[in-house]
């Protein structure tokens, strides 16, 4: 009886063996992603060039048809679904912000939120992972993208949808971009920013680069990719009564009143490092903390502010609990931070 089964077990073995193979192999295997968007996704080369498994479903030109919403609602069962893709990244509300007005502007806006639910809905039908991205507004007076992505992080929020921050990297606002961001963004006679409604004005290169490392990083977060570890960067970002004109990056000492952007550089499960732009998608958003909000106090976007003379620990925590290495800052009176 016991040479009866030695040829049942063993070929059972030799299947148990390829099968763990095969599933390493699935896990190994970046999953496919479709971008589904408007000119802003359109002009994205870069980043589909450096990750061959994301599919670019969007349109050039912001008066080119198949720009809105409701386009995009519309087409979502043949350039998404049919794909079968593992995740869909939605990047829209540009061109439906350029078609409003003080008149028209609550119709548009209530238009989207249905155009998005539907999105993730049928995407959630489908089993596909769903990532949803803010649009850069370029100017807090554009009505209606700013109401566009107020919905989409709430919505994110309350629904457990992963939500990318580009609005904010892009302007600046959090991140340690410095507002560099986006190329040609600022009226030379107003100093003031320009809504990003126009298909001239699209991210920089390096705005570009930004966006590509934040939507990897969601995505890997999304597809089991762990945060290991992790360490600060910062960014004197301006100190004008000691009269320094650009910033200074990575400094541990500062005068009063100085500035400072601090970002998170995390280290992940499959080997890649990237720093994470304080925006509010899973694997991104965390806990800053100073051991001496008096001397140095940080916000939770890792914005710093030298208050009094001192030494500060500036810390940060991820989500998943992963505490970085921190970042020890002494302050000193105006001129003697050298």
Not at 109 to 118: G, L, P
Not at 221 to 244: A, F, Q, T, Y
Request: hydrophobic share 45%; charged share 10%.
């Amino acid at each position: 009886m016991t040479q009866l089964y030695k040829v049942p077990v063993a070929l059972l073995a030799v299947v148990l063996f390829l099968f763990a193979l095969a599933t390493a192999a699935a896990a190994e295997k970046p999953p496919k992603v479709v971008f589904l968007g408007d000119y802003l996704t359109y002009n994205w080369t870069s980043g589909f060039a450096a990750n061959p498994n994301w599919i670019n479903e969007s349109l050039p030109g912001m008066n080119y048809p198949g720009q809105t919403s409701s386009d995009a609602a519309a087409r979502f069962q043949a350039d998404v679904v049919n794909l079968h893709p593992a995740i869909v990244h939605i990047l829209v509300g540009s061109v439906d912000a350029a078609i409003t007005d003080d008149a028209t502007g609550p119709t548009v806006v209530a238009h989207f939120i249905a155009n998005i639910v539907k999105m993730v809905e049928e995407a959630k039908a489908a089993d596909i992972k769903v990532i949803l991205a803010t649009t850069p507004a370029g100017s807090p007076s554009n009505f209606g993208i700013i109401q566009m992505n107020a919905f989409l992080e709430s919505y994110g929020a309350t629904n457990n949808i992963p939500v990318i921050n580009y609005e904010d990297m892009l302007c600046g606002c959090v991140s340690s971009v410095g507002g560099s961001g986006i190329g040609n963004t600022y009226d030379p006679e107003q100093m003031d920013p320009i809504p990003l409604i126009d298909p001239s004005l699209i991210p920089s290169a390096a705005g570009y680069a930004r966006m590509t490392q934040m939507a990897e990083t969601v995505i890997d977060s999304l597809s089991g990719v762990k945060l290991d570890s992790g360490w600060l960067d910062n960014i004197e970002l301006s100190n004008i009564d000691i009269g320094i004109g650009n910033p200074l990056a990575n400094v541990n000492r500062v005068g009063t009143s100085a500035t400072l952007q601090f970002t998170p550089t995390g280290a992940y499960s499959n080997g890649a490092t990237r720093a994470l732009y304080n925006s509010n998608f899973y694997g991104s958003s965390g806990t800053w903390t100073s051991s001496n909000p008096y001397v140095m106090y940080v916000s939770q976007t890792g914005l710093a502010w030298a208050m009094s003379v001192g030494t500060a620990t500036i810390r940060y925590i991820s989500p998943t609990g992963i505490r970085f290495r921190e970042w020890i800052m002494t302050v000193s009176e105006l001129g003697e931070e050298q």
